[in-house]
């Protein structure tokens, strides 16, 4: 039911765009009175801790963000979000996601949504043959327009305070966020290579193989704004493309190894030289590093919490709850080859020794 519903809505959405703008019409007086104030982005490479993070601090009082109850309907969040909060559906009980890494989530637990207002309007997003990067001399003001009264209608609804995206491809976009909304609060979740691309070969493993048992599944993940895993993967292009295109022919050559390695220095190095040319970026950039939150959750929260300039009284609950929830993962371990091991270690050298990985 869910494809239907994805297909529907992606073929008619010049009308829900259309059908948005009313919404915000109809509510401008309200909207007007709500303040978009230090939006939080969690952004970087899959697999290091960017959902275990969006789903703690959704939990915040003062912090709502998509779930995925949103999708596919996400042009309309204030009338989609008031008519569930009025129908008498009982909550969907919890399942393990289909990454398989022990995170359980239900149709309200905090999901990657945005992405399909960026691509609707941004038309090259996603296309291998264009450079992905925003920066803060990107301009596109009805994007801008849409995308705040998105936000003060969620939040709005929600009667919360603080927006929070997560959104890996928001990496390529750290200045054209701060740009937008100056006051913008970003978390970079970083891993060491070793771990963190075993995980992505694992993910990508897992959503091959899903793929082949219900072709549907990749057409559902494109439809949704996720080209990470599965037989639509995409690299994501900076600059000229040189990087995207030995991603690529690693990847259709069958040395996944070495695609997923060249694929994260590429995008922490393009964070990492972004941070480096824009003080006050860096300044609104936390460099998360999952090995802190594991080996010590509770002052790393707390850190967390205080870039974020989140009311840490008020998140005492939540901080006593993941601090005895989180631990290193245990149901995997790189199972590389000497070869392979080499290869990550040459590509990934350079950008983790800049992360303090390697000495």
């Given amino acids: 039911m869910l494809h239907w519903r994805a297909r529907f809505f992606a073929r008619t ?16 007086d309200d909207i007007e009175q709500v303040a978009i104030e230090k939006p939080i982005y969690i952004a970087g490479v899959p697999r290091a801790g960017s959902t275990i993070v969006t789903e703690m601090l959704s939990r915040h009082p003062d912090v709502t963000s998509h779930r995925y109850s949103d999708f596919p309907n996400v042009y309309t969040p204030y009338w989609r979000n008031w008519l569930a909060q009025r129908s008498q559906r009982k909550p969907a009980k919890a399942v393990e996601r289909a990454h398989r890494d022990r995170i359980m989530i239900s149709n309200e637990s905090p999901e990657a949504v945005e992405e399909v207002i960026w691509m609707h309007f941004f038309d090259h997003l996603h296309d291998p043959a264009l450079d992905q990067s925003l920066t803060r001399d990107t301009d596109n003001p009805a994007f801008e327009r849409f995308y705040r009264d998105h936000i003060r209608k969620l939040l709005l609804v929600r009667k919360r305070s603080r927006y929070l995206a997560k959104g890996n491809y928001n990496a390529t976009r750290l200045g054209y966020i701060r740009k937008v909304f100056p006051d913008a609060r970003l978390v970079v979740p970083v891993r060491n290579p070793i771990n963190q691309v075993a ?111 989140l009311d840490i009284p008020r998140a005492e609950p939540l901080i006593s709850d993941y601090v005895s929830r989180i631990t290193a993962p245990d149901y995997y371990e790189p199972d590389f080859s000497d070869e392979e091991l080499e290869q990550l270690y040459t590509i990934t050298r350079p950008v983790a020794s800049r992360l303090g990985y390697v000495a």
């Fill in 13 to 28: 959405a010049p009308a829900w765009r259309r059908l948005a703008s009313i919404e915000s019409s109809v509510l401008r």
């Fill in 199 to 309: 995980s992505l070969v694992k993910q990508d493993r897992l959503f091959e193989q899903a793929n082949m048992e219900d072709p549907r599944v990749d057409r559902q993940l494109r439809m949704s704004g996720h080209f990470e895993f599965g037989p639509g993967r995409c690299a994501v292009r900076i600059g000229d493309g040189e990087n995207a295109r030995t991603i690529h022919e690693h990847w259709q050559a069958g040395r996944s190894v070495a695609g997923w390695a060249l694929y994260w220095n590429s995008i922490y190095n393009h964070v990492l030289d972004a941070l480096e040319h824009d003080r006050d970026l860096e300044s609104a950039v936390l460099l998360l590093r999952y090995e802190d939150l594991c080996r010590d959750p509770e002052a790393t929260i707390r850190q967390l919490l205080d870039h974020l300039q």
